[in-house]
């Protein structure tokens, strides 16, 4: 079965440095591999998604992530972080669980505090 | 339309009260999901619908009673909640393994 681990419960970055927020993965096959951001209260909204292809992947809102077989990692990173990031990141995995059936796995979650 | 509807956004319902849930999507996704949030946690899966059949359920006390009249609505149907089941309940639909899922912005449900 697969899961995803996020090691880092809360990380706190000053408004303009960088970010990095990790995630590891274990998964038998080629993993369908996802980053998710959450304020409070909200739903989540997709930052950006790894199927195949270049291991570098760009979404929204300034982010990136990359994809790391060996080290069964994609850590997400950003250059220069802003107040509104502030939110939870959940790294997923997604996979058949038979049939038509895809489901995700979620991790734990980091929360971003964003300090002025 | 790319986006998941739910209604209502806050529910707050004794412990005899029957109630649902409503999602909606008109992006024609033939997957669509249930997932129970409690706070500080990720998400977990309750039930997946696919092609308007059920096709996975968590384990989930028959309370809780899910239903996909069409293609496009996804119903959670509540009766007999404990206040363990307050939550944030969303829904989410796919077009299929590599376009990731879109969420809803969820139910607050609090059960008094």
């Known amino acids: 079965a697969q899961s995803v681990t996020q090691p880092d419960i809360h990380i706190t970055v000053s408004e303009g440095a960088s970010l990095e927020l990790r995630c590891n993965y274990s998964?038998?096959?080629?993993?369908?591999l996802f980053w998710y951001v959450q304020s409070p209260g909200q739903g989540l909204q997709l930052l950006l998604k790894?199927?195949?292809?270049?291991?570098l992947v760009q979404g929204i809102k300034g982010f990136e992530a990359e994809f790391k077989r060996s080290q069964s990692s994609f850590n997400l990173r950003k250059p220069s972080v802003h107040w509104s990031d502030a939110a939870e990141y959940f790294c997923?995995?997604?996979?058949?669980?038979?049939?038509?059936?895809?489901?995700?796995?979620f991790g734990k979650g980091t929360l971003l505090t964003v300090n002025p | 339309d790319t986006e998941v509807t739910q209604t209502p956004k806050h529910l707050v319902m004794g412990m005899t009260n029957k109630k649902s849930l409503k999602c909606e999507q008109h992006m024609g996704h033939r997957a669509m999901y249930w997932y129970k949030q409690k706070a500080k946690k990720p998400p977990e899966l309750m039930f997946v619908y696919s092609y308007e059949k059920l096709s996975i359920n968590e384990s989930v006390p028959s309370r809780f009673s899910p239903e996909c009249p069409n293609s496009s609505l996804l119903n959670l149907h509540l009766h007999a909640l404990q206040p363990e089941d307050s939550a944030l309940y969303l829904c989410?639909?796919?077009?299929?393994?590599?376009?990731?899922?879109?969420f809803g912005s969820g139910t607050r449900l609090t059960v008094v």
């Open positions: 790894y199927f195949s292809g270049d291991t």
């Open positions: 998964y038998g096959a080629t993993p369908y």
């Open positions: 989410a639909s796919t077009a299929g393994y590599n376009y990731g899922y879109t």
């Open positions: 997923a995995v997604g996979a058949s669980s038979g049939g038509s059936n895809y489901k995700l796995t």
